[in-house]
């Protein structure tokens, strides 16, 4: 193992060109071996908006600033950029160019983001480089740029956690006594979130230590922003009650994954409901419920409805059972089931998918090189592995480096081919 200190000025093209520094007086071990993540995306901003916050997504790859192709850019990849332009959540992301057209390359890669990273850089990506995409179907965004002055924390989405609001250039804590459904829902339909499915004050370890930026409010419910509820209580009502930090819970903070498979788009079923993940029991699991989630991931048709725990036991609630999809619905929750936390189940019985979007992940792993010809688009046909994905799958398929990650995709394509009997 290499022991010396490691002096480079950054500006070097190998490693072996940096100074080093004298041996350590103490011998390294692997426990504290160095480690880095690579990003080839050095820069994000929007362009040809009426303000800083909308306009033409541009990312520059390496050096090289070009247009963003929007096929499978989302909400999700928009409200991670807003906020780390510090311009608040994704309003829209109008499609038709309206910010006009790009001057270099457009890049087709491909961000999954789950809406809570704080830049770009932190979301899987299919990096795929540049397309054939006109510059006519550019990806675009118009952010809050602050104006809701709010915004959840804490949470695991950013449809729920404690309230905060943006007053005099700082964030700051809402508090309040007698925090209810009513002041929620404004909340959460001031973050166009849906509706508000829980009120709460958090628990002592997940309270705000900062500024409070507001002190007592009383709300109706249909008020369209939190600042025109009553939040001029007398200080004989402040003062009657015990103010604490508050919290949300909104119905757009439902989310599903899919955990413990061998990529994005096959594994364990999870649901982010209420603040926290569970599984889904396999009673009456099949086909067209697998075919939910697969179309909510992006991920194509399904494969196979499997059961058994077949990836692994999950911990934690177990949320739905008696699941029952026509397999039309937009989204899991939005199918016939039994009641949330109602089942008669253990983690032994959670449900997983396989779904033809793996197929497809496996094969954008190995055909990434211009000398290789591109047979993906082909291979997601229903003839083939079933429908194609909606969106492209990805964290980590697409980075197998060289030889050898080529091999592993050749052996998981051939296997997953296999299995299904393709």
């Given at each position: 193992m290499w022991d010396r200190e490691l002096q480079c000025a950054g500006n070097e093209s190998f490693?072996?060109?940096?100074?080093?520094?004298?041996?350590?007086?103490?011998?390294?071990?692997?426990?504290?071996?160095?480690?880095?993540?690579?990003?080839?995306f050095t820069g994000f901003r929007l362009v040809n908006g009426s303000t800083a916050c909308e306009g033409r997504v541009?990312?520059?790859?390496?050096g090289?600033?070009?247009?963003?192709?929007?096929s499978r850019w989302d909400l999700?990849?928009?409200?991670?950029?807003?906020?780390?332009?510090?311009?608040?959540?994704a309003e829209s992301i109008p499609r038709g160019g309206p910010f006009g057209r790009g001057t270099g390359p457009v890049w087709r890669d491909s961000f999954h983001c789950d809406g809570t990273e704080a830049h770009l850089g932190q979301c899987p990506v299919t990096a795929l480089g540049a397309s054939p995409c006109s510059h006519e179907n550019n990806a675009a965004v118009i952010?809050?740029?602050?104006?809701?002055s709010l915004r959840l924390v804490g949470g695991g989405s950013r449809c729920d956690g404690r309230v905060e609001i943006f007053q005099h250039g700082t964030w700051g804590r809402v508090l309040d006594d007698q925090w209810d459904m009513q002041e929620a829902s404004v909340v959460c339909r001031q973050l166009r979130c849906g509706e508000a499915e829980t009120a709460y004050n958090p628990p002592k370890p997940q309270r705000g230590t900062g500024p409070v930026g507001l002190r007592g409010v009383r709300c109706a419910g249909h008020e369209a922003n939190l600042t025109l509820c009553n939040t001029s209580l007398p200080e004989s009502v402040l003062a009657a009650g015990i103010a604490e930090d508050v919290g949300v819970v909104c119905w757009g903070s439902r989310q599903v994954r899919l955990v413990n498979g061998p990529g994005r788009c096959a594994g364990r079923v999870e649901i982010y409901y209420q603040g926290s993940w569970g599984t889904i029991c396999d009673d009456s699991w099949d086909l067209p419920d697998a075919t939910v989630v697969c179309h909510q991931l992006g991920c194509g048709g399904a494969v196979k409805a499997v059961g058994s725990a077949q990836f692994g036991e999950g911990s934690g609630q177990i949320w739905l059972d008696a699941v029952n999809c026509s397999g039309a619905e937009a989204a899991l929750w939005d199918c016939p089931a039994g009641s949330w936390e109602q089942h008669d189940c253990g983690h032994?019985?959670?449900?997983?998918?396989?779904?033809?979007?793996?197929?497809?992940?496996?094969?954008?792993?190995l055909y990434q090189s211009p000398e290789h010809p591109w047979p993906c688009q082909e291979a997601s046909?229903?003839?083939?592995?079933?429908e194609g994905p909606t969106s492209v799958p990805s964290p980590g398929a697409s980075h197998l480096p060289g030889q050898e990650g080529q091999e592993q995709a050749e052996k998981g394509?051939?296997?997953d081919a296999d299995d299904d009997g393709h």
């Open positions: 490693l072996m060109f940096c100074s080093t520094g004298a041996p350590r007086d103490q011998p390294c071990t692997h426990t504290n071996a160095a480690g880095v993540t690579c990003t080839q541009d990312v520059q790859v390496l090289t600033w070009g247009s963003l192709c929007a999700l990849d928009a409200h991670v950029l807003c906020r780390h332009l510090d311009c608040g959540f952010c809050s740029a602050g104006s809701a032994k019985e959670d449900a997983g998918v396989d779904c033809s979007g793996l197929c497809w992940e496996l094969c954008s792993a046909s229903p003839g083939i592995m079933g394509f051939q296997d």
